[in-house]
């Protein structure tokens, strides 16, 4: 409705309709007007307002969609009256016209609807809008006969003059004061003395101020039939406003519900896009833990087995070498050595010419006892023997541990990548190494996000985890040395450690930080 304008609103039940006539209604207005729209030019369209009704208020909003100041055509006087009357005339009668001609207008009902809408019920009933006359409540009125225009419009009200009704006035009031003179004979005895120059200006004085009177009260009726157009276009306006309100009411809860709807499809779609994809990257580890767990139980199968032989043939070194000490403590003592045998004496010279005595035969000595047989030296180790155990070895027969730790600046890369991830560490370390590290940009935005993204320990973290274990599995009588490679080609020497130091040792290791650069 904000292309239309509201002429009134008034009671439904205004005007009585004539005997068998129909109310019009919006219905009946948009037959009309879409007939007249193909035989008559716009103009003529427009002389009949639209009804609006309110059927539970009983009123009546009546619309036109001319543009300007709607004003009651009783209200107009001179030329604009008398143009509006005319422009009336005419536009009614191309209707009356058209409504009789058989050949164009072939529904007789339709015929009698067009002449009917051509009556009105009184003057009042009439608006001009910007010289355009606008009928309302039309059809209520009798049909007047061919070539007749209503008769409280066949000649224009002629223009009030002022001068008339001074005249009148005077007239009149010349009039009274003679009669009154003449019937208490005043007029005989004032006669000689009568001033009616005087009297003639106090009527005119008195017309002056009846006609001022009279234009300020006409111009106060039309600022208040102005006041009552305005209220009844602001009472329409208002309505309109209280229905587009709601109506906009309506269309932002309605924009709200889709907005809200809008974006609980949005983010369902991205959780299950999200779901989707969550469930082939676990798809994926899946697949990626059944293969690392197939290669940790065939190769924890294979440490066992080499395990197995190893202790198998620990053991068999073992039976031999206890066999061998077995076979060493069982073997009887040596015999002793013979003593060594002492050379006789020279015999003595015998005197010359002296008897010779027979010499006694003397007692043979006893055989000497043989000599005790040498210690058996320890036996030989047999090449393939394992070495002795620890506590079955002297101290001097312990080996040394030596310990060779990389605490450079490629130990913080995690210790456990995929391929993608593991190939940008390479690339760039590589690079590093050959150009250094001003000239690889091109690989650092890769080992940045590697180094970002990747979870688990780093390759220090895991060696350290390793150190300790070999630490605390060697025997008591096994001394570590640590030596440690934090930057390229120097080398730090931290000592060798007892068993008694070996947990200053391990503190040693936990706390080393990866440097910069890779001696590798």
Same mark, same amino acid.
């Given at each position: 409705m904000a292309d239309r304008l509201r002429l009134a609103r008034t009671a439904a039940d205004a005007y009585a309709l004539p005997a068998g006539v129909p109310r019009p209604d919006t219905e009946t207005y948009r037959q009309i007007v879409a007939l007249l729209r193909r035989h008559l030019p716009p103009a003529v369209v427009s002389v009949l307002a639209e009804p609006v009704e309110h059927p539970g208020?009983?009123?009546?909003d009546w619309f036109t969609g001319l543009a300007g100041q709607p004003a009651l055509l009783r209200t107009?006087?001179?030329p604009a009256r008398t143009k509006a009357v005319k422009l009336l005339g005419d536009r009614l009668e191309a209707i009356r016209s058209l409504a009789a001609r058989p050949a164009v207008i072939r529904s007789e009902a339709l015929a009698r609807t067009l002449l009917q809408a051509t009556t009105y019920p009184s003057e009042d009933a009439i608006f001009v809008v910007d010289g355009q006359p606008v009928v309302t409540f039309w059809g209520y009125g009798e049909p007047a006969s061919d070539g007749a225009?209503?008769?409280?419009?066949?000649?224009?009200?002629?223009?009030?003059?002022?001068?008339?009704?001074?005249?009148?006035?005077?007239? /009149?009031?010349?009039?009274?004061?003679?009669?009154?003179?003449?019937?208490?004979?005043?007029?005989?005895?004032?006669?000689d003395r009568t001033d009616y120059a005087a009297l003639l200006a106090e009527e005119r004085r008195q017309g002056e101020t009846l006609r001022r009177d009279l234009l300020r009260r006409e111009r106060r009726l039309a600022e208040a039939l102005r006041t009552c157009a305005l209220q009844t276009s602001l009472d329409g306006l208002r309505s309109e406003g209280t229905v587009l309100s709601k109506q906009l009411a309506e269309l932002r809860e309605q924009a709200r519900n889709r907005v809200a709807f809008c974006a609980a499809q949005a983010e369902?779609?991205?959780?299950?896009?999200?779901?989707?994809?969550?469930a082939s990257r676990l798809q994926a580890l899946r697949a990626t833990l059944a293969r690392r767990a197939a290669t940790c139980r065939d190769q924890a199968l294979a440490e066992a087995r080499a395990e197995n032989r190893r202790l198998q043939a620990k053991l068999k070194a073992l039976r031999k070498r206890l066999k061998d000490q077995r076979d060493a403590c069982n073997r009887p003592p040596p015999p002793p050595k013979p003593a060594p045998v002492k050379p006789p004496p020279p015999e003595p010279k015998?005197?010359?010419?002296?008897p010779t005595p027979e010499p006694k035969p003397s007692p043979t000595p006893a055989a000497p006892a043989a000599p005790a047989p040498p210690a058996p030296p320890p036996p030989e180790a047999k090449p393939g023997a394992l070495p002795p155990c620890p506590g079955e070895r002297p101290p001097e027969d312990a080996p040394d541990v030596g310990i060779v730790l990389d605490a450079s600046g490629s130990m913080r890369t995690p210790a456990v990548l995929d391929s993608a991830s593991a190939a940008a560490v390479t690339a760039f370390e590589a690079c590093v190494a050959v150009m250094g590290p001003l000239m690889c940009a091109?690989?650092?935005?890769?080992?940045?996000?590697?180094?970002? /993204?990747?979870?688990?320990?780093?390759?220090?973290?895991?060696a350290q985890q390793s150190v300790?274990?070999?630490?605390?599995?060697?025997?008591?009588?096994?001394?570590?040395?640590?030596?440690?490679?934090?930057?390229?080609?120097?080398?730090?020497?931290?000592?060798?450690?007892?068993?008694?130091?070996?947990?200053?040792?391990l503190q040693t290791v936990n706390g080393l930080t990866p440097r910069e650069g890779t001696p590798l």
């Open positions: 208020a009983g009123q009546v107009l006087t001179g225009a209503p008769a409280e419009l066949e000649a224009p009200r002629a223009p009030r003059t002022q001068l008339w009704l001074l005249t009148l006035l005077a007239v /009149t009031v010349l009039a009274a004061l003679a009669g009154a003179a003449w019937y208490f004979g005043v007029l005989e005895r004032l006669f369902s779609q991205r959780l299950q896009a999200e779901a989707r994809e969550l015998p005197a010359p010419d002296t091109p690989f650092a935005a890769a080992y940045e996000m590697v180094m970002q /993204t990747a979870h688990g320990p780093t390759r220090l973290q895991s300790s274990s070999v630490v605390r599995s060697l025997p008591a009588d096994v001394d570590v040395a640590l030596a440690v490679l934090e930057d390229c080609p120097r080398a730090t020497d931290y000592g060798l450690f007892a068993n008694a130091q070996r947990g200053r040792l």
